[in-house]
Antibody, heavy 120, light 108 residues
């Protein structure tokens, strides 16, 4: 079965950087588009970024464009999110999600999330 | 950017039918997906491509999409259906996901 395990969250000061990881198993990682979605405390879901199955294309929400970078290592079945210039409004639980397709369509599997808190 | 509108809350008695809507400009031309999220848990896909049910989702969950409104209908509501429900589509770029604000379903 699909398993996605996020790690790397924690408390970080504004302006600093953090890297999240998502270890995937139970499916052919190299054939799936992968996403990051976040949820601020008590708020709804917000899509963050997508990377195509082979890493050839990446797209970002306007709120993180230029600060966050999504990447993947298909040899390690791992997805990453590099977050720079963090702001208080980036505080959220970050979920990785597997796409039904090799590109971007719908999430058929989610991790349990990792909490990022941006605070001085 | 494309906007999806959901009512913040819906309440229904056990055994009755819950209707959760998702409004968007010509949303009937898009594929709509629905996720269920219980407190402290990750979202779970309950309806994809307007009306398809993933494996393991009860037949009580039904989706439809036409015009400017997509609808998630849950028949014979049970206490375990109490959760937040989110609709999701691709925006006009074909790559960015857009989520509705979510609807909290309360089972009375």
């Amino acid at each position: 079965q699909v398993q996605l395990v996020e790690s790397g969250g924690g408390v970080v000061q504004p302006g600093r950087s953090l890297r999240l990881s998502c270890a995937a198993s139970g499916f052919t990682f190299s054939s799936s588009g992968m996403h990051w979605v976040r949820q601020a405390p008590g708020k709804g879901l917000e899509w963050v970024a997508v990377i195509y199955y082979d890493g050839s294309d990446k797209y970002y929400a306007d709120s993180v464009k230029g600060r966050f970078t999504i990447s993947r290592d298909n040899s390690r079945n791992t997805l990453y999110l590099h977050m720079n210039s963090l702001r208080a409004e980036d505080t959220a639980v970050y979920y990785c999600a597997r796409d039904h397709t090799s590109l971007s369509a719908v999430a058929t599997g989610w991790g349990q999330g990792t909490l990022v808190t941006v605070s001085s | 950017s494309y906007v999806l509108t959901q009512a913040p809350s819906v309440s229904v008695a056990p055994g009755k039918t819950a209707t959760i809507t998702c409004g968007g400009n010509n949303i009937g031309r898009k594929s709509v997906h629905w996720y269920q999220q219980k407190p402290g848990q990750a979202p779970v896909l309950v309806i994809c491509y307007d009306s398809d049910r993933p494996s393991g989702i009860p037949e009580r969950f039904f989706g439809s999409n036409s015009g400017n409104t997509a609808t998630l209908t849950i028949s014979g509501v049970e206490a375990g259906d109490e959760a937040d429900y989110y609709c999701q589509v691709l925006d006009s770029s074909g790559d960015h996901w857009v989520f509705g604000g979510g609807t909290k379903l309360t089972v009375l």
